[in-house]
Each structure stands twice: as structure tokens, then as C-alpha cells.
């Protein structure tokens, strides 16, 4: 299996933009889709980001998702940063029946 | 609308075994996929296995040796989870969540928590 690698951590203050990469280490980035999660202290996680760049129903189009071949990475962008957004975010893939969790980035919103 | 609500706080001695409920409603029971998945104190979120209602195939983690098992009860839609010989490091928040497709976790339960402790 392949592993996703994200930042531990990223800061940014409240109105900018801040992206978060998530790094697939063998195969192509584009083979499986990848989603991402966000994850408030003490709560489950939700879907933000499913299939590379959907959004659910309910979120915010600050949050947007993108694929970069050229670093084999994907990215989750949020723009207009609130303090609301301070939370755990993490990308997910899946290789065949068996799905991979990226490590984790905490978003702190200055 | 989707719930998933799962079973209660357990406290278990090494070595001992944990069984896991998570009880769906709000939709059509044998439609979609369900997966655990952990989350260790401070640590991130680690898959555990998958199960297809509809004929409860089973797909787990290799990392889990044969430790992990899921099943189901079509006539109460509900999914259960055992994990046998227990160590310190299975300390968890254990979360049923449901696949809406393309392993799109759309909706989570609320956890569990399992203490490993003598």
C-alpha cells in the first residue's frame, strides 16, 4: 500500500487563504480519489472534500479540493479563514478494499 | 435523516476481547458499505475493515492479524465489531462509519471509546 503524507501543522490568520498538501508516495495520485476530512476536538470527523474536489451538501465554498500530478499530491485549500475552521483535516485514498489515511494537519487560525 | 449510534464506554484487561455495536437508521440498511475506524489518543485516524450488508462480505486491515472481525444483523441494521486479544496500544476512539460510494465517508458514528487497562 501506499502512504499519504501531510504538514503536522499550518497556521494562518483569520480572512486568508491556507492550503494543506497530501503526498501519495508510490502510484499515481490520480488512480484513486481522494477525500478529506475535517476533525473538531472532541467530534467525529465530516466530509469536506469527497472525490478530489466535490463538495457535500452543507459546505462552504471556501473549501475546495485539487489534484497537482506534477507533485503527485493533493491539496485542500480554505479561503476566508474563520476561527471556526481550527481543526484536524485529513486526506483519505484507498488502494483497493484497504483505504489510507494521510497523518493529519492541524489548522491553527491565529 | 442518517444516524449511526453506537454502543457505549468499555473498560477491558489485556488479553480480554471488546464488541462493538453500531445500530443504522434513516436509510436503506443493505445499501451501503460500513467501515470502522480508530482514532488512538492524539493520533490520527487508522482504518480498520469493511463490511457489504447486502451478504456481509468482510475486507480488514492486514495490520489487525486475524484480531479483527465484523458482522451484522439485517433485522435490526446493525453492525458489530470484535477485537480479540486486547493490548495497551488498542486504546481508542472507535468510530462505524458508512460509505456513500468511492469510499466517501459521508456519515460518522459518534464513537466509542475502548480503554485498554489492568
Known amino acids: 500500500n501506499f502512504m499519504l503524507t501531510q504538514p503536522h501543522s499550518v497556521s494562518e490568520s483569520p480572512g486568508k487563504t491556507v492550503t494543506f498538501s497530501c503526498t501519495r508516495s508510490t502510484g499515481s495520485i490520480v488512480t484513486n480519489y481522494v477525500q478529506w476530512y475535517q476533525q473538531r476536538p472532541g467530534s467525529a470527523p465530516t466530509a469536506i472534500i469527497h472525490?478530489?474536489?466535490?463538495?457535500p451538501s452543507g459546505v462552504p465554498d471556501r473549501f475546495s479540493g485539487s489534484i497537482d500530478t506534477s507533485s503527485n499530491s493533493a491539496s485542500l485549500t480554505i479561503s476566508g479563514l474563520k476561527a471556526e475552521d481550527e481543526a484536524d483535516y485529513y486526506c483519505q485514498s484507498y488502494d483497493g478494499s484497504n483505504v489510507i489515511f494521510g497523518g493529519g494537519t492541524k489548522l491553527t487560525v491565529l | 435523516q442518517v444516524q449511526l449510534v453506537q454502543s457505549g464506554a468499555e473498560v477491558k484487561k489485556p488479553g480480554a476481547s471488546v464488541k462493538l455495536s453500531c445500530k443504522a437508521s434513516g436509510y436503506t440498511f443493505n445499501s451501503y458499505y460500513i467501515h470502522w475506524v480508530r482514532q488512538a489518543p492524539g493520533q490520527g485516524l487508522e482504518w480498520m475493515g469493511i463490511?457489504?450488508?447486502?451478504?456481509?462480505?468482510?475486507t480488514y486491515s492486514q495490520r489487525f492479524h486475524g484480531r479483527f472481525r465484523m458482522t451484522r444483523d439485517t433485522s435490526t441494521s446493525t453492525v458489530y465489531m470484535e477485537l480479540t486479544s486486547l493490548t495497551y496500544e488498542d486504546t481508542a476512539v472507535y468510530f462505524c462509519?458508512?460509505?456513500?460510494?468511492?469510499?466517501?465517508?459521508?456519515?460518522w458514528g459518534q464513537g466509542t471509546l475502548v480503554s485498554v487497562s489492568s
Open positions: 472525490e478530489d474536489n466535490q463538495r
Open positions: 462509519v458508512r460509505e456513500h460510494e468511492r469510499y466517501h465517508f459521508d456519515h
Open positions: 463490511l457489504n450488508p447486502d451478504g456481509g462480505d468482510t
